[in-house]
């Protein structure tokens, strides 16, 4: 009896040792599992901090680039600025050197090479000889045409019965008839066609006489006092545009010295451009109970300004 019971306390034993050794066995390797599993898990954690740390690094260094594009924009901003003061700077001095320009060029023009415009003008001008039936006129023309229409004072030729009474002599001394003529006598202008078929006269620039300011000069050409060839040039200055008592048309007064002969010649400007003709002068008054008295006037000279002849009447045709 005791010995079965032995045996059997034996057997339990047995069975119970290979049974805690197996559960020893199995938690041991469950323990090992979990250990490599807590080692991957804080490998895995070591791995994000250090990707984090990378993270913070990054997000850092892209703070100090944010920082230093901020510097850069605030140093273009800068520059911007500066750059717009040295455009308004150098807007300044354009339009200083603009002003410059623009009183130095309102100096060159006022001072003429009368020298060259009396070479331009010259075969322009051609002298006027008017057998008026009592005596002869004489006075001065220009020519405005290559085919030989010449512009001159309307008091010259009205009255002329006769075409065959106008005679032409130019600066070269060439002489010619007279083919035509049409006269204005409100504006005390007129329009002598010469008699020739020649289509290569020098015509003279026509300019404008509003673009003239009173105190430039102007130069007035003739042929004062029945003296001939060549012609008289006389300077002065644009005097006045000043309305006349007489007609009430405005002329240009002007002290360039003109005499008797000189009608129907020419006022250039200080481009050698025709902007008048010369028409009459104050040689006398008359008082208030109309009697007229002889007196000298100088400077005291009218021409008719061509931007009241030109453009011409649609019945003149030249």
Known sequence: MNRWLTLALLVILTIGTVTNGILYFQTSEKLNEAQNKIELIEGEFSSLDSDVSGLKSLVSSLENGIDGAQNDIDNVEGFMYALDDSINGVQNSLSELNNSYTSLSSQVNSLADWDDIVNKIEPSITML?????????????IIITSDGWVLTAAHMIDGVENLSDIEFILTNGDSYGCENIYVDDELDVGFVKIDTNKTDFTAAVIGSSSDTKVGEEVMAVGHPLSLGNPPTYTAGILSAFRIAEQDGLEYIQTDAAVN??????ALLNTKGELIGIISWSYVGYRDGYGYFYEEVFEGMH?????????????DVII
């Open 129 to 141: 000889i008017v057998d008026m039936g009592d005596g002869t006129s004489h006075g001065t023309g």
């Open 260 to 265: 008797g002969g000189s009608s129907g010649g």
């Open 302 to 314: 009218y021409a008719v300004p061509v931007d009241d002849i030109f453009p011409l009447p649609d």
